[in-house]
């Protein structure tokens, strides 16, 4: 037996940034896979791994560089893994692919996340008697202007304060019609708008804070609603320790989680 | 033993509709959930489907009155179907509900799916040394302007010709530059674009066609691209026939399907 | 310009088959993809569709050629695919795959599905206490044994009347405990073959009427449960009407469809 | 206005933990949801978080004590849960759900994943003429009998050496035949067994050294094929360093992530 073509790499990395600019900030939001092929016939056949640069490392190659060398030129950053991926000894051949998501610009450092939103409606008749209206999956994220501090503390708690984070969600938002507007569309972009409008203008200290004034937005918006409902899935983006490297993190690149989930639900009312 | 509480109903229902105007068309695209509560312990301890709407037949109701009643106002379509679902013997409580997915117009017959879509780069180095990019997801409808006829037919050949039909499909594109564009993004954007306004500016025979046609336009747009590759699967959506509720089709409701999906690819060369 | 590689094809064909036996049947669960490349440059420069085999012609193929030639020798009906492909005229190149999803044998007309399967627990302590249990994706099909019929018809019902018809379903199923078993583990497991046994046991007239008995079932198994709350969508299986081709229908191929479905919930009470 | 219900939870915790035992491991595969009510109106109204037990901490609380707690009595990890997080200031409520996934046991420390396995059938003809074959989503996991180190270090190398670590991949294999066999159905299964056996049998020093083994067994198993195509993505299970909250990890308790994986490509050759 021997062996034939083979590669090594790493799939799914999922890495983000913060492009910093003056009062007004861009964001990357990319998945990489790295690609490798060398001399590591070894490795397969005797179970050699002196050649066989770890993908848990390409990995941390990404994060390392995405630092200083991720733009929105992706076909550079790309060329820029492939050559530190070629100073691996006994490797012939990188291959790095990139994927980025877009991302909306709604406000200076506010985005909104394409393409899932969904709107709903939800009727009953008969033995009970309702409309409802909601928004499913309406993606918002902002580069600063939320925070969480001040918890409670006990022997699992390794969370630090974070005075200014990126946050992100994704709204999940319904509600029942005490009285049925005449234009149930507008109405209901009415209170879209004023949900994402809330969320950009205003800092909040938590996931929770911010929702709770997100309903008060809309319910003022809306008189038609007696009360909302929210959901608001906490999309973590954990900032990347590349201190490991010897770099000083520059609070800029992130890796985006999708699981777990801070898991927020709350109901906002008139009274 | 006793029976609780029970409902019954059908859920994803798909229904697409063209809304047809005086040069412009609007577009739906809802999925439907059908909720029914009533007089059917029977059906449960007795096996006695006398009271058991089929819901088969409440999936052909959203069908049969979507030609008629759905518009914008979603939560009036849902009205009008609940109405309807308890005139059935026995209902006594019937809940619907609906999910729309946003497009975003783009011409006069012709919108852009959200949300799915990627920029891509691939990037090699080493034993090769190109650099590639792409778009995925690119998701494109128009209302009118293709057509598929003239086709060979044989014993399992039943689908009819159309001269005119909605034509939607998700766009997956992919190049390697021959020589590489200062500016990567602003060139994606160009390839784009080109892919967009070819697909909406000209009618088309097929798939096949609609495909090469916008190949050429992106090369053309592009000097550092050679040749580019086209996945073009069609996402289908059937119409539905409402003939068979006595009712005559208005060419305006469609049943979108997932499952099978028309499977076309094409590379277009500079020649 | 010119065109360079290129082909056509269907995708996500999903078909399948009960191979009666005597006595025993046995089951197939296909999806196909079939691709073609031939002389089809017209096609795509000048939009002549001659040479173009439609995609849904591809697929009706497969469904009809499957009732006789799809057995578990895959690679042979994929051959037999291959070699009608090729008698149209210009195709030069036939391949179509075929992925088969396993079954496990339960009864001699019975199946569990592979895979999704999930054991539940949820308990909640504090303001209220309970603990409670459940089953999700469990998927149960049996070739024979269900009936659908005496339905009420309206304008919108074209379902035919079935005395015996195939039946599958994804069975979530949930319960709390009225006194905390001992070992729940050992209890879960005799509510899941209590559920498994009685479906396959027992004739249904409809999804509900399954379902009660399955009920039923698992509160006589388990004295420590009051109610058992039953989510049973069903996984529709459509007779696919091979008679247009100018085949008889051997009562034995089928479309299954993921959307939309039927969606049964029901609760079971001990009194 | 006025705040209504609401709750605060993790979703989705994904803990993994073997159940080391004399000479035969048990092994389990849980997901995790908390949900918490209590005493936090002023965390939503005035972003005072004193009371907001962080999610974050619910997640590091399910790592921390499953090495002691979780067993096969899922209700009994659950209720050991809720009781901690009613220790928490103001919570009032705790809920906790858990999802565990089936593996079917194959040797003493050895399983397989459910359900996602497909047999794969690939044949062209005309221009080209092959018939192939494989294996989709065959989903395999060791305990022990997987090694990983003596690999090159970099400064982006942060993974420790592992001699005896646990090992999940989910295989896809493909290969064409070079003889056709008589009964493919049967060859099919005998090649699955030698991947299966293989895997469980011997100890490998990296992923690619087990895959190449595999490799070997498959084509020793099957002389009617040449090569094997091996696909073999690390479905990592990451040691969770649960020593943060002052408890020695007893190597039993781990996170399975989903992305980013370690991605092994190979072929095997006859020579």
Request: proline content about 3%; charged content about 20%.
């Amino acid at each position: 037996m021997a062996l034939g073509a083979n590669s090594w790499g790493k799939s799914e990395v999922r890495v983000s940034k913060i492009h910093h600019g003056a009062g007004t900030d861009d964001f990357s939001d990319v998945t990489v896979q790295v690609r490798l092929e060398g001399d590591v016939a070894a490795a397969h056949t005797d179970g050699d791994n002196r050649g066989v640069l770890p993908t848990d490392t390409m990995r941390n190659t990404v994060y390392g560089l995405a630092q200083e060398h991720l733009t929105k030129d992706l076909e550079g950053f790309a060329s820029r893994l492939c050559e530190r991926f070629l100073t691996a000894s006994g490797v012939t051949k990188a291959t790095v692919s990139l994927w980025e998501r877009s991302w909306a610009r709604e406000t200076a450092t506010g985005f909104v996340g394409g393409g899932s939103e969904r709107r709903v409606a939800t009727v009953t008749r008969g033995s009970e008697d309702s409309t409802g209206s909601g928004i499913e999956g309406l993606v918002l994220l902002k580069t600063t202007g939320s925070a969480f501090s001040g918890f409670p503390r006990d022997a699992f708690t390794v969370l630090a304060d974070a005075e200014d984070r990126l946050l992100a969600t994704s709204v999940t938002a319904g509600w029942v019609y005490s009285s049925l507007p005449s234009d149930t569309a507008a109405t209901w972009s009415k209170v879209r708008r004023a949900l994402i409008d809330d969320f950009f203008a205003r800092s909040s200290a938590s996931v929770q804070h911010q929702g709770y004034m997100m309903g008060e937005a809309a319910l003022a918006a809306v008189p038609e609603i007696e009360e909302i409902t929210l959901h608001l899935p906490n999309q973590h983006h954990l900032p990347f320790d590349v201190s490991r490297f010897g770099v000083e993190w520059a609070g800029n690149v992130f890796h985006p989680v999708s699981q777990p989930y801070g898991d927020i639900r709350l109901v906002v009312t008139r009274d």
